[in-house]
Each structure stands twice: as C-alpha cells, then as structure tokens.
C-alpha cells in the first residue's frame, strides 16, 4: 500500500511477556518515528531513525524497549517484560525529510497488557 | 522539557457552528503544527505555521501563529459530522533535536449532526 503500515493492529498479552510491534514504512521515506499514545494523552517521542545514522534513543521510557530498522525500511519496536502501564497504542511514522514535521503516521498498534 | 497546553480539553457542538481551539506554551516554538485523529487512525497533518503572526488556511481551517510564539488558534467554520475527532498541536523541539515533537493533549471534538 501507499501509507504506513503496521501490525498487528491489536494486540493482547500477560504481564512479563514479551511483544514486538512491526512497522512497514512508506518507501522512500529515510526518517522513521516511534510515539506513543497513552489513553487521554498526547503522543509522546519515542526513537527516531534517519538513514544510516546512530538512532535517537532518548524517549525509550525504560531499558525493556528496544528497536530496530532492517535495511533503512522496516522497524520493530520489542518490548520485553511488559508490564500494565506499557498498556497504550503504539505509533509509526515516516517523513522525507529530517524536520519532523511532515509525519506520515499509521493506524497504530493498540496493546493492552493484562 | 517542552511542553503544550490545549484548551479546551472536549467540545460537543452542533452541525454548522464555528469552532475555536488554542494552543499555548511556556516557552517559544519557530514552528507550530496541528494534526487531526481520526478514530482508530493515525495523526494527519492539517496545517503548518513558521512565521510569528501568521495565519494560514486549509478549506474551512485557519490556524494563526501567535505573536509571542508561545501560542497557536486553529478555527473551523462551518463544522460537519466528518470533522469529528482529537486535534493535536505540536511543535519541534528546540536545538538539534528539531526532528522530535511535543504534542499537547489534544481536543476531542464531537459534532451532532
């Protein structure tokens, strides 16, 4: 498809296990965004690709959150050890230029630990 | 670290009426941006703004960028059922992070048809 894509859409899983979230990027596009969207919240930053470049890391909100960019397109974001308050939906974006601005979002990946 | 205050938090409005929703912060962004959710969907982007005072139109959107740079309007006129949803304002971070945005809380909007 033309948009960004992610899976899966839902997912349910028991406190202490681990999940990975998959986004599929528009092609082309060099920069890819992590957020999250906590209920009733704002999205909040969570890692940043751009090209070959070191990625920002710095909104990864504990050391059970990792991510990773295969080729320059797509991105899983793992988290390990999931807890209650990882519970939230899960954003990806992409954008053609390095501003930020410009962000080409997907649907989103809606987890919910129990 | 930044951070952006949206006013007001839900607004329940019929057919046809204007909106207004305003965005401020304490310290000065060079950019302002406003994004709209549809439910179940990603943010889209609606309008951008770069310039202190400006004011910029999508179709029945306005956003204007505030002279101190400390705050950002985005009216509707004429609202529809298909308007319903959060609106976002967001803007870069400072420095050379400027690839990373702040995002307020956002206003969710209904429309009664």
């Known amino acids: 498809g033309a948009g960004v894509s992610q899976s899966p859409s839902n997912k349910v899983t028991e406190k202490g296990k681990d999940v990975e979230l998959r986004c599929d990027p528009i092609s082309g596009h060099t920069a890819l965004y992590w957020y999250r969207q906590s209920l009733g919240q704002g999205l909040e930053f969570l890692i940043y690709?751009?090209?070959?470049?070191?990625?920002?890391k710095s909104g990864l909100p504990s050391d059970r959150f990792s991510a990773e960019r295969t080729g320059g397109s797509v991105s899983t974001l793992t988290i390990q050890r999931t807890q209650q308050e990882d519970s939230a939906v899960y954003l990806c974006?992409?954008?053609?230029?390095?501003?930020?601005?410009?962000?080409?979002f997907g649907s989103g990946t809606q987890l919910s630990v129990l | 670290g930044q951070q952006l205050n949206q006013s007001p938090q839900s607004m329940f409005i019929q057919e046809g009426e204007d909106v207004s929703m305003n965005c401020t912060s304490s310290?000065?962004?060079?950019?302002w941006l406003w994004y709209k959710q549809d439910p179940g969907e990603g943010p889209v982007l609606l309008i951008a703004l770069y310039k202190a005072g400006e004011l910029t139109s999508n179709g029945r959107l306005t956003a204007q960028f505030g002279i101190t740079r400390k705050d950002s309007f985005l009216n509707i006129s004429a609202s529809i059922p298909s308007d319903v949803g959060i609106y976002f304002c967001a803007g870069p971070d400072s420095g050379g992070s400027n690839y990373k945005l702040t995002f307020g809380k956002g206003t969710l909007l209904t429309v009664n048809p």
């Open positions: 310290s000065i962004f060079n950019t």
């Open positions: 690709f751009q090209g070959n470049s070191a990625p920002d």
């Open positions: 974006a992409s954008s053609f230029d390095r501003t930020g601005e410009k962000l080409f």
